[in-house]
């Protein structure tokens, strides 16, 4: 059974499937994480995200010399790219990079990353691969539209902006991370733009999608509430 969480940066995808995969005793897989390990690849091979972000398809032909440099440096990256997860840790390159890829300036750049077409094709067919006989909790921001569209339930999650400003600034400062929450809720608003308005999967709820407010409800309200959608699901 595939069971499909999606939604807006902040809006407690990671947190609730987490919690509901120990529950069911499913596989948690966060999809978005693997986004974060792309971006930091790019980060460390010295890619541009500033020249990065008009750039939507690697097969495109570019004139100018610093976009044919970011072109080929992305092909590089996702050519070689070994990205692997055990028990909800990230690898890059066999290197446990679990708390580097949650940093603020991947966060920032994150979308531009996740806006191209090959990075989503080459992360799309491993999350299928990843998921293969198993059942399995997804969350992300094109799960129930284009990576299992035939998922048996698809949940989307919705919450204000500033609530989801506010979640994202308290886990970064219990991780002492120099940050303002005003810096945050602009990165926050800024993704939405950037993953709802993509040519590739951009962000949209599923028609056959449940969709849940989590602005003022706590984790276990939520999580309940999907429990029982699950359970008249499969009565």
């Given amino acids: 059974m595939i069971i499909a969480i999606d939604g807006p940066a902040g809006s407690g995808k990671s947190t609730i499937a987490k919690k509901l995969a120990e529950e069911l005793d499913f ?6 994480a693997m986004y974060r390990l792309v971006t ?8 541009s995200f500033n020249l990065l972000k008009n750039i939507i398809n690697l097969s495109e032909s ?4 610093s976009d ?12 070689n790219l070994n990205i692997d997860i055990k028990k909800n840790r990230f690898f890059l390159d ?10 603020p300036v991947i966060s920032e750049n994150v979308s531009n990353i996740a ?17 293969k006989s198993e059942n399995v909790i997804l969350d992300g921001r094109d799960i129930g539209t284009v990576v299992f569209p035939n998922a ?16 994202r600034y308290k886990e970064l400062v219990l991780k002492n991370e120099d940050v303002t929450l005003d810096e945050i809720y602009k ?46 699901k499969i009565k």
């Avoid at 048996?152 to 919450?159: D, R």
């Avoid at 733009?193 to 993509?198: A, F, G, L, M, V």
Wanted: aromatic share 4%.
């Fill in 27 to 32: 596989v948690y897989l966060d999809t978005g």
């Fill in 40 to 47: 930091l690849k790019a980060l460390n091979e010295k890619v």
């Fill in 62 to 65: 570019k004139n100018n010399n």
């Fill in 68 to 79: 044919f440099e970011i072109i080929q440096n992305m092909k590089k990256i996702l050519e």
């Fill in 94 to 103: 066999e290197i446990d990079v679990s708390d580097e890829i949650r940093k």
């Fill in 115 to 131: 806006k191209i077409k090959e990075v989503r094709e080459k992360l799309v067919d491993l999350q299928r691969k990843f998921s």
């Fill in 152 to 167: 048996e339930l698809k949940i989307f999650l919705m919450a204000d902006a500033m609530e989801r400003a506010k979640r």
């Fill in 187 to 232: 990165n926050i608003v800024e993704r939405d733009k950037i993953d709802s308005t993509r040519k590739e999967s951009p962000l949209v709820k599923a028609q056959d999608a449940v969709e849940i407010d989590t602005t003022f409800k706590t984790i276990e309200e939520v999580k309940e509430e999907i429990e029982k959608i699950l359970k008249n």
